[in-house]
């Protein structure tokens, strides 16, 4: 995924540094692990939103932290732990363009397989995995579980 975002981001970056926003709490893992790997003038900052506490099933969105560089004039890359309705980075993209981003990209460290009612577009993926409810390398299953060294499903009946 590193390699395909320093691909079409470096070009755009002799003037201004890219914006990555990264969506906390689940993009913490990935966000550590791609930052070396990405190799023009970047800042980094974050956002905090959840729709999900501790359930398993979506729900209203609730903004925790709002990025505290402006965004303004930006290329932004959004980066989140995982795209499954699509809900969050809808909203998250309609942010920043509302705040006046010159352009939005979207990537994910992993992406569910299955339909979604919203359209969204991301750019970048990691991983896809199948239509389970996944914890580990950041990503949460009722608040726990980021800490596990790779991507699990939850049992099917739990
Ligand atoms: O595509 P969606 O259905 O909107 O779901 C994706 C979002 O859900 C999770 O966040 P959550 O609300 O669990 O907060 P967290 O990042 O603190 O875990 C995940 O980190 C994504 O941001
Ligand atoms: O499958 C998931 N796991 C953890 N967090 C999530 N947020 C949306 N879907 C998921």
Redesign the pocket.
């Known amino acids: 995924m590193a390699v395909a975002i320093n691909r079409d981001l470096e070009p755009l970056t002799p003037h201004r540094p890219v914006l990555l926003l990264s969506?906390?709490?689940?993009?913490i893992v990935v966000t550590g692990q791609i930052l070396p790997h990405l190799h023009f003038p970047l800042l980094l900052d974050s956002v905090?939103?959840?729709?999900?506490?501790s359930e398993v099933a979506?729900g209203v969105?609730q903004w925790r932290l709002h990025p505290r560089e402006s965004v303004r004039g930006t290329v932004v890359l959004l980066l989140?732990?995982?795209?499954?309705?699509?809900?969050?980075?809808k909203a998250l993209q309609e942010y920043c363009l509302r705040e006046g981003a010159a352009a939005v990209h979207t990537a994910v460290m992993v992406r569910k397989q299955r339909s979604r009612s919203v359209d969204v577009r991301v750019d970048y993926v990691a991983l896809d995995v199948p239509d389970r409810f996944v914890f580990g390398y950041?990503?949460?299953a009722r608040g726990l579980g980021r800490n596990a060294p790779g991507i699990f499903a939850l049992p099917e009946d739990v």
């Not at 905090?48 to 506490?53: F, H, K, L, P």
């Not at 732990?81 to 980075?89: C, N, Y």
């Open positions: 969506v906390l709490n689940g993009a905090q939103v959840s729709r999900y506490g979506g969105l989140d732990d995982i795209l499954d309705e699509g809900v969050t980075l950041g990503l949460d």
